[in-house]
């Protein structure tokens, strides 16, 4: 991957080439011309036996007289290799691109836009022989963008830019620390940059006879972040800080899917939708979730309805024709087994999540903490996931109704969907009405669940009231 050479270009031999000889005073011109040919044929015979006898050796000699007298060296970072190291030397050249596209946007006069493999932005490079310099440590070092002399048929018809290096200059008494500390730092920034950047993918399963198997469905371009999911700080931190394996419970329109999109944008992690009854046997999930890359996220959504429906069938058809497919498709057990050993918590680079609207009816077996890490409650709408709401969606940090909003948010049960869907429909409006004019709209929706809470409870409570009427009258 690295090569070293001297940073000048210099003529190994530079004496041995052609030598004009002086002229002789008195000497005929045929005479001269005859002296310098036969001058010329003896050098060359001479030079012809220096390079049979002692060529190699004196070349070598000369190569490290030169290198001892330059300062400087050379590292270079080819695209790909003649020797046959394509996808690394590809990794290590596009890591170094991106590192230096920051770099190379404020010193480089001529840029141009690359579009690299799985990242969804283009990266700005300098163009080619144009370079930047850039400094570590107090050490200043120079990249420059280089092109290979065409390698012949062995890069003919092939991928463009293909013989492209970039070449790293620095003094030789920085050798050590370049070569160690700073190209490392290059290599894991660049990656850091590019993994931000990278195009997020969304895959689910399905079965046919030849097996489970993946399906690209499209690019996750979801507009989830932390910042804008509506919950309290506290909660969000501790997720972030401890993301393995999780179950997130509570009412539909708490923000469950809108979480997961978040966690695969901040970690840029592709998404793996897995669809439980699909799965035609544990087999076929085992290699399912064999098949599920590093840095991907596995999400059963309503994890409740899908073990449900596994138990049931389970249980319920035991001589119904249905029977032997039935027991064929996936268990409990064999869903157990196979987060166990696949998703360990040092796995890194893999996360699991499973959502449910309803925590009662799942298996204690599934949800036993050491198998699901965390147990996120995804709640109904309190103030301070309302002020992220009114930011999001109104711009707005303060108001004076926000007082009132508060006391309302307390009393109702709406879920940040609700409040999103008031507040979203500023966007889509020719005429802006301000700000206010949602917030008054928003506590007008909470007044009204106030108020239908109220009544559900009164009547409740009649019920409950006539019930021990009714019963004390039979006693
Ligand atoms: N906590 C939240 N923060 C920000 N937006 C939210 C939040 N909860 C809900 N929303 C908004 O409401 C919409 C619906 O939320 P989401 O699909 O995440 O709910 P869910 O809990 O997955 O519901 P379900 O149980 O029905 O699947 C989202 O697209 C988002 O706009
Ligand atoms: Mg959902």
Known sequence: MLRKSNTKMVNPLPFLGHQGSPGHEGMSQMGLGMAIAASMVVLTMFQQFLFSHFGGYLERCLRKLVSSMDPYVQIRFTEESTDGGGPKNYEAYAAIETYLSSKCSAQAPRLKANSVRDINAPVLCVDDGEGVSDEFNGVTVWWHLGKEKDQGDIYRGSRRNRNRYYALTFRKKNREMVVGEYVRQVMEEGKAVAASHRQLKLY?????????????????????????????????????????????????????????????????????????????????????????????ILVIEDIDCSSKITNQREMNNQDDEKTVKILEKVTLSGLLNCIDGLFSANDGGRLMVFTTNNMEALDSALIRRGRMDKH????????????????????????????????????????????????IERRGKAEDCGGEYYLNKLIRVLEENCETKKSINREMLEKKGKGELENEECE
Not at 222 to 235: G, V
Not at 392 to 397: D, F, K, Q
């Open 376 to 423: 996120i409650h995804m709640t109904y709408c309190g103030f301070e996931a309302f002020r992220i709401l009114a930011k999001n969606y109104l711009r707005m940090e303060e108001h004076e109704l926000f007082g009132r909003i508060e006391e309302l948010l307390k009393e109702s049960s709406v879920t940040p969907a609700d409040v999103a869907e008031t507040l």
């Open 204 to 296: 689910s399963n399905s079965s046919s006879e030849h097996g489970a198997y993946w399906n690209f469905i499209m690019d996750f371009d979801h507009p989830a972040r932390f910042e804008t999911l509506a919950m309290d700080k506290e909660k969000k931190e501790e997720i972030i800080d401890d993301l393995i394996r999780y179950l997130l419970y509570g009412p539909p329109g708490t923000g469950k899917s809108t979480m997961i999109a978040a966690m695969a944008n901040l970690l840029s992690y592709d998404v793996y939708d897995l669809e439980l009854t699909a799965v035609l046997s544990n087999a076929a999930l085992k290699r399912l979730l064999n098949r599920i890359p590093c840095n991907s």
